[in-house]
């Protein structure tokens, strides 16, 4: 038989009401590894709130039912303590059968537009270009809590990396993900976020206008054909080609290398050489401008 979890100051509706109202939740105990159940103290009946590892060096948190302060628990929307420490543990593991589900995180919503690509026929460099440059903090992150300022960092690191163009595209990918993780998960209202943190940089905006001023509207239209066009598997598949003209290697190098001096076709003789004769000198003397005569 499983070990109860217990706290002093969680596990009785006394002892939680002892403690002073705050927005920050209190520390619970430790469900199971990376699992930590939470309680925020309100006027009204508490909060319990699940904190769990992301499995990319970060953690999400989410709050799930209500505490048992006021009203008796009914197991589903009100709980008591050890109830909340069941169903938190569940909900973290993404188990079915809860009263909720396990929040979407940034790569599950890659992987769900990578599913969605492969099943609609499309090319999936849309995902993998956004996923090989997404960073551990964002891919762990829930698409629920994520802000304006997250994903805004996130666009203006790549401005360094890539030209214009390519952090169009990469963005671009992003925000087709996220869309498709909000409309599979109704819990996600955050779609103004999407539209303002990964909105056209001011860099891609110019050097479209600088190309179209030139007379160059092949760069536009390539925009718009690229994903058509960019497939990543057959650049692959000409590295795999066999190679018909293979130019030869280097030779390696020798144990026994000559000395530097050895390789010149005059030795130099340093300042010794520079040196020049008393009537030299003497002629440069005398024809040197301004000497008197």
Same mark, same amino acid.
Do not use: C
């Given at each position: 038989?499983?070990?109860?979890?217990?706290?002093?100051?969680?596990?009785?509706?006394? @002892?939680?009401?002892?403690?002073?109202?705050?927005?920050?939740?209190?520390?619970?105990?430790?469900? @199971?590894?990376?699992?930590?159940?939470?309680?925020?103290?309100?006027? /009204?009946?508490?909060?319990?709130?699940?904190?769990? @590892?992301?499995?990319?060096?970060?953690?999400?948190?989410?709050?799930?039912?209500?505490?048992?302060?006021?009203?008796?628990?009914?197991?589903?929307?009100?709980?008591?303590?050890?109830?909340?420490?069941?169903?938190?543990?569940?909900? +973290?593991?993404?188990?079915?059968?809860?009263?909720?589900?396990?929040?979407?995180?940034?790569?599950?919503? %890659?992987?769900?537009?990578?599913?969605?690509?492969?099943?609609?026929?499309?090319?999936?460099?849309? +995902?993998?270009?956004?996923?090989?440059?997404?960073?551990? /903090? #964002?891919?762990?992150?829930?698409?629920?809590?994520?802000?304006?300022?997250?994903?805004?960092?996130?666009?203006?690191?790549?401005?360094?990396?890539?030209?214009?163009?390519?952090?169009?595209?990469?963005?671009?990918?992003?925000?087709?993900?996220?869309?498709?993780?909000?409309?599979?998960?109704?819990? %996600?209202?955050?779609?103004?976020?999407?539209?303002?943190?990964?909105?056209?940089?001011?860099?891609?905006?110019?050097?479209?206008?600088?190309?179209?001023?030139?007379?160059?509207?092949?760069?536009?239209?390539?925009?718009?054909?690229?994903?058509?066009?960019?497939?990543?598997?057959?650049?692959?598949?000409?590295?795999?080609?066999?190679?018909?003209?293979?130019?030869? #290697?280097?030779?390696?190098?020798?144990?026994?290398?000559?000395?530097?001096?050895?390789?010149?076709?005059?030795?130099?003789?340093?300042?010794?050489?520079?040196? %020049?004769?008393? +009537? /030299?000198?003497?002629?440069?003397?005398?024809?040197?401008?301004?000497?008197?005569?």
């Amino acid at each position: 038989m499983a070990r109860k979890v217990r706290d002093a100051k969680l596990e009785s509706r006394s @002892a939680r009401l002892r403690l002073p109202i705050r927005k920050k939740p209190y520390t619970g105990p430790s469900l @199971a590894r990376g699992i930590m159940l939470l309680y925020r103290r309100n006027k /009204t009946n508490g909060t319990w709130v699940v904190k769990a @590892a992301n499995g990319h060096g970060g953690y999400w948190t989410k709050g799930f039912s209500v505490a048992d302060d006021f009203e008796d628990a009914d197991g589903t929307h009100v709980l008591t303590f050890h109830q909340a420490g069941d169903t938190g543990k569940a909900l +973290a593991r993404g188990k079915t059968g809860t009263i909720d589900a396990k929040p979407l995180t940034v790569a599950d919503a %890659i992987a769900a537009y990578k599913r969605d690509l492969k099943s609609r026929g499309k090319h999936l460099t849309n +995902a993998t270009r956004v996923e090989y440059h997404l960073t551990g /903090t #964002l891919a762990g992150k829930p698409v629920g809590m994520l802000t304006v300022r997250d994903l805004q960092a996130w666009r203006d690191g790549l401005i360094d990396k890539m030209e214009p163009s390519s952090v169009n595209r990469t963005r671009i990918g992003l925000r087709a993900a996220l869309e498709l993780a909000a409309t599979l998960d109704h819990r %996600i209202t955050n779609r103004h976020v999407f539209r303002l943190g990964l909105r056209t940089t001011p860099q891609l905006v110019s050097s479209v206008l600088g190309h179209l001023v030139h007379g160059q509207t092949n760069f536009v239209r390539g925009i718009l054909h690229y994903n058509k066009v960019y497939k990543a598997e057959k650049m692959l598949a000409d590295h795999a080609r066999p190679v018909r003209y293979e130019l030869p #290697l280097p030779p390696p190098p020798q144990a026994n290398a000559p000395a530097g001096k050895a390789l010149y076709i005059h030795a130099p003789r340093g300042r010794a050489g520079r040196n %020049i004769d008393h +009537a /030299t000198e003497r002629f440069v003397e005398s024809t040197r401008m301004g000497a008197s005569a």
